[in-house]
């Protein structure tokens, strides 16, 4: 059965789909069966940066308005056999989603794969709402950056009380993904450091992701960081994360396109 | 064959809690103070109910009538007026008795966490984070939370707030008339602190107590801050 979840950040342009992307071909590079499902729909990304662009044919709202079987809507992945993606529509927007059409499609998927990942449009409203809704964990994504630090907060908060396993009084898991960090910058100040996010957003920290130039060659050609160079500091960070999800401790470095001793950090175990 | 009687309406009573504001003379300082607020945050008012006192005010029908232009004009909702001369209420709005017992019977604005307690408690502890955008409303006493108010969330209380972690919201106490609720927190990084209705925002509190351990009391007119360490 899938262990399903949620990335996601109040936020925009933090990471989340980038990530998306870089954990389920992680994942999957390892053996995992996963699928990655775009819930930002009329604004879709995730098909891009998985280079599926070109063969999207049925899509997520198809499947929920029942205009499509989800094993026609379902896109396997070119380079890595249990990757899948579900795109979003382009052409519709948030309002065609539904509480029970995401439920059921949740549910049928359960059942094949090991990961489930759904990838949380920006911001608070229906899209985000009902990405998180089904959630067994999230990934709470956000850059050292004040605005993104307060939006993902805010995020929590509705973590913690609109998705369904906060409605059934349990707690849901949530970890924090640091993107974008610059160990440079945030030694100087101009950055909030790795401690100072922690004080805020009070919850167990997955990983830190440096800023990266490979992330950005990596979505032009449309392959998940993690497989376009894998040897780059984002490809290990994520990497390590994919791995921490499957339950392995994996100590936690910074890991620098620059070979140095800047990396280690506090000797911090991550969650 | 019966007939069916006629439906009729059913009335009850209700006890609901209000924010009662009671305007100072002469009425444009008070007016330009209420505009000050409202350029500072200007949601202050929005789905707040609104009780004015005029009592002792002794306005004229003309003044009294402005006064409620005014308020209108400035969204502010006026459930009902209180101590108002029987010559100036023309209907428009309801003349409103306090409750003797002044006790209140029913919940204001449901709080984003609810208390376990099914009797509303006189005090209640919140044990995780306060989120950015969660709203604490208790209307029967003191608050605590054991952990920070993040930047974006906001407490208010009847009696006292005491944050065990960093205040980074806004905070209102003694919010239903207690001049004598304070303010307390480890780490001070609040947006606005309010007791009984008389506030400082962030820009207003002195340097020296950011990030220190504080308590907040009302002096006379003002919110007086003091070292906790």
């Not at chain 2, 209000?18 to 929005?46: C, H, M, N, Q, Y």
């Not at chain 2, 400035?74 to 029987?86: M, W």
């Not at chain 2, 029913?106 to 509303?120: G, H």
């Not at chain 2, 906001?154 to 806004?170: D, F, K, M, P, Q």
Request: hydrophobic share 45%.
């Amino acid at each position: 059965m899938a262990h399903v979840l949620v990335v996601t950040s109040g936020k925009g342009g933090v990471g989340k789909t980038t990530s998306t992307a870089a954990l389920g071909a992680a994942l999957a590079s390892a053996g995992e069966r996963v699928v990655v499902i775009d819930f930002d729909v009329g604004l879709r990304n995730l098909d891009l940066l998985m280079g599926a662009e070109r063969r999207v044919v049925y899509d997520l709202i198809h499947v929920v308005q029942g205009a499509a079987k989800l094993t026609q809507a379902l896109i396997r992945d070119k380079r890595i056999d249990s990757l899948f993606l579900l795109a979003a529509s382009q052409t519709r927007d948030k309002d065609a989603l539904t509480e029970e059409g995401v439920e059921r499609v949740i549910r049928e998927l359960r059942p094949f794969f090991d990961w489930i990942i759904c990838d949380s449009p920006a911001g608070i409203e229906r899209g985000a709402s009902l990405a998180m809704r089904y959630a067994d964990s999230a990934i709470v994504v956000a850059n050292p950056e004040v605005s993104s630090v307060r939006d993902s907060d805010r995020i929590i908060g509705l973590l913690d009380s609109t998705t369904t396993k906060a409605r059934h009084g349990e707690q849901m898991e949530k970890y924090l993904l640091l993107t974008r960090y610059d160990a440079a910058r945030a030694s100087r100040g101009e950055m909030l450091g790795v401690e100072d996010v922690l004080d805020i957003l009070c919850i167990p920290l997955l990983g830190i992701i440096p800023e990266s130039k490979e992330v950005l060659n990596a979505s032009n050609v449309g392959t998940p960081v993690t497989l376009n160079n894998p040897a780059s500091a984002p490809a290990r960070a994520y990497n390590d994360v994919a791995r921490r999800l499957k339950g392995e401790e994996v100590p936690l470095v910074v890991p620098s396109d620059k070979s140095g001793l800047l990396n280690k950090l506090f000797g911090r175990r991550a969650a | 064959m019966t007939t069916r009687g006629t439906t009729s309406f059913k009335f009850r009573g209700g006890t609901f809690h209000a924010l009662v504001v009671r305007p100072g003379t002469p009425l444009e300082a008070w007016l330009a103070d209420i505009d000050k607020l409202l350029a500072r945050s200007p949601g202050f008012f929005a789905g707040k109910s609104v009780v004015i006192d005029v009592a002792g005010l002794s306005l004229t029908r003309d003044a009294f009538l402005g006064l409620l232009d005014e308020l209108s004009k400035r969204d502010i909702r006026i459930l009902g007026v209180e101590g108002a001369d029987p010559s100036c209420v023309d209907g428009r709005v309801p003349s409103l008795t306090r409750d003797k017992a002044d006790k209140p019977k029913r919940r204001a604005p449901a709080p984003a966490i609810e208390t376990s307690a099914p009797a509303p408690a006189s005090s209640i502890l919140i044990d995780k984070p306060v989120r950015s955008g969660q709203q604490i409303v208790h209307p029967h006493g003191d608050v605590t939370v054991i952990g920070s108010v993040a930047s974006g969330a906001e407490i208010v209380a009847a009696g006292s707030i005491h944050i065990y972690g960093t205040l980074r919201g806004r905070v209102l106490a003694g919010a239903y008339g207690n001049a004598r609720a304070r303010i307390f927190c480890r780490k001070l990084e609040a947006e606005l602190m309010a007791i009984d209705g008389h506030y400082l925002v962030a820009d207003d509190i002195e340097p020296k107590f950011r990030k220190a351990s504080i308590q907040a009391w009302l002096g006379g007119d003002a919110l007086e801050i003091a070292n906790m360490d």
